[in-house]
């Protein structure tokens, strides 16, 4: 079988911008083998596969060019909106290896995702210091109003807060060390943020295990990050903030989050996404 494969970029209105991401809006009946060909051909760091169902719901499924993911967020963005174009704006309901996704997308082809419930833990003190030691950070540079925590909402993120977005800018790591530890923890990425204000946090978070250094988007994350700001007390009153992502890869990415009362009914992530033309 022969698949369409778009190229779209989440999370931004310029495809310069956001995380790339492949999208096949109809992969019944291609392989597992085929997918993950795809996805390592298309190079990006994650790729979605739409499977339709026969009660209109679709399932997903998303291979990273190394292997096959549980949940991405910014694919889901990524697929939904090139979804919408073709079939319209509305509502769908995502059937991932996590649980139940729904998506509502606008008459903008503004996408709004629901997460699966979250969960917020106490990140082991010993795994704090082993990152600060592969990020080449000191607690003293952490922000004391944000405990470093990990949460989930589709995927395990360690949070850790700067005390200064100079703190936040200078990144470089021990890929090869931070691969490993987050490979042992069950960790997708590592959400780094610094926060400016109550209404906005700026994040950068490596990727070693999607084979790159920093991924400019994370959607996963952000569903995350609201959920471990909730429990932290640290919410606006108007339980919404935005994240500014990428920026300092030269991909500027935009997530908006909305946090309700009942988190277990899942952290709303918002975005835009953009088809990328290639001559090929």
Do not use: K
Not at 36 to 46: H, N, T, V
Not at 94 to 119: K, N, Y
Not at 120 to 149: C, H, K, N
């Amino acid at each position: 079988m022969t698949a369409a494969i778009l190229r779209y970029s989440a999370f931004t209105t310029d495809p310069q911008g956001g995380n790339p991401a492949g999208v096949v809006l109809d992969a019944r009946g291609l392989s597992d083998d085929a997918m993950q060909r795809i996805a390592a051909d298309l190079g990006y760091s994650e790729t979605a596969f739409l499977l339709p169902r026969a009660d209109g719901e679709l399932d997903v499924r998303y291979f990273s060019p190394l292997a096959e993911v549980s949940f991405c967020g910014h694919a889901t963005i990524a697929a939904m909106v090139a979804y919408a174009r073709e079939h319209g704006p509305g509502d769908v309901v995502l059937h991932t290896q996590v649980g139940r996704v729904s998506v509502t997308i606008d008459e903008t082809f503004a996408a709004t995702l629901t997460s699966v419930a979250p969960r917020v833990a106490v990140l082991d003190a010993a795994d704090l210091d082993r990152l600060l030691a592969i990020l080449g950070w000191s607690r003293d540079e952490l922000d004391t109003a944000l405990a470093p925590a990990v949460a989930y909402a589709g995927a395990w993120h360690p949070v850790i807060a700067a005390a200064s977005r100079a703190r936040l800018a200078d990144l470089h790591y021990d890929f090869d060390a931070l691969s490993a530890l987050m490979a042992a923890r069950g960790w997708t990425t590592v959400n780094l943020v610094w926060r400016e204000d109550a209404h906005t946090l700026h994040a950068r978070n490596p990727f070693p295990p999607g084979g790159v250094v920093e991924d400019p988007a994370t959607g996963a994350a952000a569903a995350a990050l609201g959920a471990y700001l909730a429990t932290q007390g640290e919410l606006p009153p108007t339980r919404r903030f935005r994240i500014l992502q990428g920026h300092d890869i030269g991909r500027p990415s935009l997530l908006q989050v909305e946090v309700p009362v009942d988190v277990d009914a899942g952290v709303r992530v918002s975005g835009t996404a953009v088809e990328i033309h290639t001559t090929r």
